[in-house]
């Protein structure tokens, strides 16, 4: 969304420097003020009534000329009823941010916690860290809007969609490429922005709007010609149904967001903004959606301008308005519906229906209850921005996200005694923004790789080595002698958001420019092997430094937030044992034969296509999905009372699926009484044998005795973090449902389990049970 806006971003956020104060009202805008006359009379501000009811005398206060400016993320004033603006777009991927138009940092408040971007806080495979992060934005921003430096609480974030071409510049916005990780980072992240318990229960007000975008099939931004603006992606409903839905299903019916956003490209020829039966058939009726959806910025402008999908602006306003949509970003709706409306395409009642959604969602945050300041949430002040403890949460979400790749000999983590110089060559060792990623606000502090490097060796000495990530010139002769006269060299290559961002996807997987021949040359000069670490939201192609030997550690630590330079010096120095798995599959650069445009997940051996992601991806990856070394070693074993059968006793006649080796059944023919009662409990011993206590996250994968009709080659079903001291070993309990974890997705999108046998995989270990009907 925005994409113009990223080009901004930086320097907006240097002008933030040398900005001078504003000085904003000390309580935000409400509606419903004591102090109005006119409050009592109005029934909408009656909080003793249901807000359904609240809602519909506000709307039927409404005429037509008040109604249509309210559906844009700018939502003007009705003074007559006592109804402040409204900015609907703000954005919190990972930390309160500069994009949208709802929060400003030009006031008392300039600054806030900016966590890791999500690919790298997915690596820690740990839901209750996913969870304090959403809590802790949640928080920050209650708090900047109590200060009145915020015109909205509604947040278009998070990024859901699947992580499935390592090309794609946003799939550093997302938790990478699996569904089930991608549903519980959804259902965790909004749990605490809008605040709810970890469980999910709901007390009170929500805190903010959490909103999962973008719905659906969008992961292809600008590649060789093809535009995210116009794309249409042609899915199967076997894909649609195990990889492209299920973050949103979550996010949706566990997580309770209370906002989607439709994305800008087609869903097999239709525009999801557009589409009926993906806003409100799917995610309304079958899921059970209660909030807002809003378009994509000038989505619904693209659907008759460039999409060419509607004949004119009025029918392009009304098809979105009757699939379901509620709110536009931008300003299309607003100057169109009006006409829509005498044309006879658009009657109001649809427009009341969007209105209705819109408002329940602003009284549901306490917006029409009065001042806020006596409200409950109203106690959230400026002391919880850059509070220590969230600024603590980003050093401990980075920490445990990075991954540790390589480590030949134990080269780390270094001993601090022992080194008495340090070399730190590249051109993301020096500059504090690269760590944030994109969607970044200005951090609480930071500090540069470079800096806390300097913080554990005085003898410290750096070359930039390259002009930039882009690498287009590079001062190969300066890094090699650096390299020669230290007893350590430390390089910091990789990407940036010149390489990888919105409306940017890759052509390339290997590093850019002169990055490799840059390290080849500087690990041939120095004196021991060196230790490489990349910043990427996407997978690199780096087998040259995988397979060579001078490069003795390699750790990869995304975009970690402004804690991130601290993050990688004490895993470095070995202040904190890495524990981050690769949460997506590294390609070779051969993958880049492979058409972005091609949604397929499944080989297809016949034409020479290779499937994508861990599940169907049939070549030999770099590095795979789940990878991740640490100072330590841990062992796995499936406790000895593990379940080896399971019995469905089900009274009713089972229909079996056509066409298959193994016999099947159905899953909805099953029912959902008979796939509660299949419960069970899979139990892993995990031990730490290592001299150092870690935390590791367990991931439990399950496998079929075949590949045939399109299984997985194994797909994830669990994870759990765990923390072990040396030598200390716990036991991990998975609690499974075979109808949701074992069973796979037909050609035509129905679910159905397999009887037989199923594999239970944690590393090297096996389980085996056996699903009799």
């Known amino acids: 969304m925005g994409a113009d806006r990223e080009l901004h971003v930086l320097s907006t956020l240097l002008l933030l420097l040398v900005q001078p104060l504003v000085v904003f009202s000390s309580t935000p805008p409400f509606a419903c003020d004591p102090i109005n006359p006119s ?52 954005e919190a991927l990972h930390g309160l941010s500069l994009w949208g138009r709802g929060i400003h940092f030009n ?24 969870y304090r992060i959403g809590q802790a934005i949640g928080m920050e921003a209650r708090a900047i809007y109590n200060m009145g430096q915020a015109e909205g609480l509604t947040f278009w974030s998070p990024n859901v969609n699947i992580f499935r071409d390592p090309r794609w510049g946003r799939g550093q916005e997302t938790p990478g490429e699996d569904p089930m990780t991608a549903s519980k980072y959804a259902v965790y992240f909004v749990r605490g922005l ?45 894909d649609m149904e195990d990889t492209y839905q299920p973050p949103f299903r979550s996010c949706i019916k566990q997580g309770r967001a209370t906002c989607v956003m439709c994305s800008y490209n087609r869903v097999n020829g239709v525009p999801t903004c ?9 995610a309304r009726g079958l899921w059970g959606f209660n909030g807002y959806i809003a378009s994509d910025c000038d989505a619904v402008a693209l659907i008759y301008g460039a999409d060419g999908y509607a004949k004119s602006a009025e029918d392009s306003v009304a098809d979105v308005l009757k699939a379901g949509m509620d709110l536009n970003c931008g300003d299309y709706v607003q100057k169109y519906a009006g006409s829509a409306v005498k044309e006879g395409k658009l009657s109001e009642s649809e427009i009341n229906r969007a209105l209705h959604n819109l408002f329940s969602l602003r009284m549901r945050l306490g917006l029409f209850n009065g001042s806020p300041k006596q409200q409950a949430s109203g106690a959230i002040f400026a002391n919880q921005i850059c509070s220590k403890e969230h600024q603590d949460l980003a050093l401990e979400a980075a920490q445990d996200g990075i991954v540790l790749l390589k480590n030949t000999a134990n080269l780390l983590p270094l001993a601090r005694s022992r080194v008495t110089s340090l070399g730190v060559i590249g051109p993301n060792a020096n500059v504090g923004y690269k760590l944030l990623g994109n969607y970044g606000g200005p951090p609480c502090k930071g500090i540069t790789p470079l800096g806390a490097l300097q913080t554990y060796v005085g003898s410290t ?84 430094a995988k397979l060579d030997g001078r490069i003795g550690g390699i750790l990869w630590a995304g975009y970690p937030g402004e804690a991130g330079g601290l993050a990688i010096a004490r895993i470095i120095f070995g202040e904190h044992n890495p524990g981050g798995r690769l949460p997506v599959t590294w390609y070779p650069q051969e993958f880049t034969r492979v058409p972005m445009i091609d949604m ?143 069973s796979r997705a037909m050609g035509d999108g129905t679910r159905v389990l397999d009887r037989g046998s199923h594999f239970l995989v944690v590393g090297e270990k096996e389980h085996e049970i056996n699903i009799v009907f």
């Open 39 to 90: 409050t009592p009379y109005y029934a909408f501000c009656k909080t003793t009534l249901p807000i359904d009811k609240r809602v519909s005398d506000l709307v039927s206060r409404l005429n037509l000329e008040e109604k249509i400016p309210q559906l844009g993320d700018v939502a003007p004033a009705i003074p007559r009823l006592g109804v402040p603006s409204y900015k609907w777009w703000s």
């Open 107 to 130: 006031g008392t408040i300039r600054s806030a916690t900016s966590f890791p971007q999500v690919i790298l806080t997915a690596a820690s495979f740990n839901p209750r860290l996913w």
């Open 194 to 238: 809008q605040g709810d318990s970890f469980r999910g229960r709901r007390s009170g007000q929500l805190k903010a709007s959490a909103c999962c975008k973008h719905y659906t099939a969008y992961d292809m931004d600008n590649w060789k010609g093809n535009s995210r603006y116009t794309f249409d992606a042609r899915v199967t409903a076997q």
């Open 274 to 282: 557009a589409d009926y039966n993906l806003l409100s058939k799917t």
């Open 461 to 544: 000495r750096y070359v930039a080595g390259c002009d930039s990530a882009a690498c287009t010139s590079s001062s190969i002769n300066d890094a090699v002698q650096l390299a020669k006269s230290v007893d350590y060299v430390i390089m910091f290559m990789g990407l940036d958001q010149d390489q990888e961002r919105e409306d940017l996807d890759r052509v390339d997987l290997v590093l850019p420019g002169m990055q490799q021949a840059l390290i080849s040359n500087v690990a041939g000069a120095a004196k021991r092997p060196i230790i490489l670490v990349l910043l990427s939201g996407g997978p690199v192609d780096i087998t040259f």
């Open 600 to 742: 397929r997940m499944r080989a297809d051996p016949a034409s020479g296509y290779p499937g994508r992601t861990y599940r169907f991806y049939t070549g030999k990856p770099v590095y795979r999905f789940g990878h991740g070394l640490s100072y330590t070693t841990y062992s796995y074993e499936f406790e000895a009372e593990a379940v080896t059968s399971i019995y469905l006793n089900n009274s009713q006649p089972l229909q079996a699926t056509a066409n298959s080796d193994i016999p099947s059944y159905n899953i909805e023919s099953i029912g959902s009484d008979a796939c509660g009662k299949l419960k069970l409990s899979a139990a892993v011993s995990v031990k730490n044998h290592g001299p150092i206590a870690g935390k590791h996250p367990v991931l439990l994968f399950s496998r079929w005795p075949s590949l045939q009709h399109g299984r997985a080659v194994k797909q994830l079903i669990g994870f759990k973090s765990v923390h072990l001291e040396a030598g200390e070993s716990t036991k991990v309990v998975f609690s499974l449902w075979p109808c949701q974890q074992l």
